[in-house]
């Protein structure tokens, strides 16, 4: 195992990188495309960030993203960073047990090398890296500190059928989602709810910060004012889309905000508005904007997590896939 190691870790370097055009295109062509890796997201976000490339002779296999601390010495995640560590670029000569095992490679090295470089490290990997054993197996054979793994889970659902111009209740994604959430949907064509994309970014932080009230959080001006930030930013470079639905009156319900890259979406955040719980509009915002998705490209939407049972039960409902992900995190006792 550790002449294996070593051989390994011959094979790469890791080279400082920008955040930039380049890195972008990088992201765009890789199977595991993730819009938390994209610079317009991360330009959205304040902290310090190390980012390279992982280099294997003169090609780029990889791309690392990591948020520390203001020493640089601790790798400690970012809240609004549901994803980073590292992203595997696009590998075309390759089959796909050779893909896996490239992929194997890169991460036995990516792991040793945090732990060489970092005191401290909290990972939260894509949910596309489902072996992780290069991480469990770090400094297996010796007496010292072990990555500690961390099981999270996501909800995927398939939005192809939406791209066609059939009865949106007859999609395969709604004859798999729960009977109550079949119900919601059905009210909201029932209703006249209508989606449609909306700038109104004021509206969905003061929305936003009453639903969290409603569950016993209080979020502070900064809080707010960082949401309204990230929205605006994300809606500027338009990998960010906001959604309204709004009862036939054309009074507001419910917001929903999607981050996209490639053919993946992601549902960053809900807000409801507290005069109109009793209607259809939390549902009627993600189903109907499943379909504006769709006929964007998006072929797929990550719901972000279900990992409290309120959010589990509501996201699950939809009738998408459960995806595993994982959190690992390090810590050198040794350090000071």
Known sequence: MGVAMDMVQKHYVMEPAHIDEQWDRFILRSPLVSGFFLSSYLKALSGVFHTYYCVKGREKVAVVLLAVSLDETQVIGH??????????????NLNRAQIHSEYFDILT???TWLVSKYNQIKLKLLPQLQDIRPFQWCNYHIAAPKYSIEVRYTSIVDITSFTDNSILTESPLY????????????YGYRDQITVCESNDVAQFVDFYKLTMLRQNIAMSEADLMFLSSLAMSLLGSRIGHLFVAKDKMGSAGSYALFLIAGLRAYYLFGANNSQMRSSSTGTAVLWQAFSM???????????????SPQRGWFKLSFGGSIQPYFWCSYSNSNSN
């Open 293 to 307: 998705l769709a006929k964007k490209g998006v072929t797929e939407v990550d719901l972000e997590g279900v990992n």
């Open 109 to 111: 090295f990516f792991s």
């Open 79 to 92: 809240g609004t960073l549901i994803h980073d560590g590292i992203l595997m670029g696009h590998l075309p």
């Open 175 to 186: 004859q798999n989602a729960s009977v109550s959430r079949k119900q919601q949907i059905r």
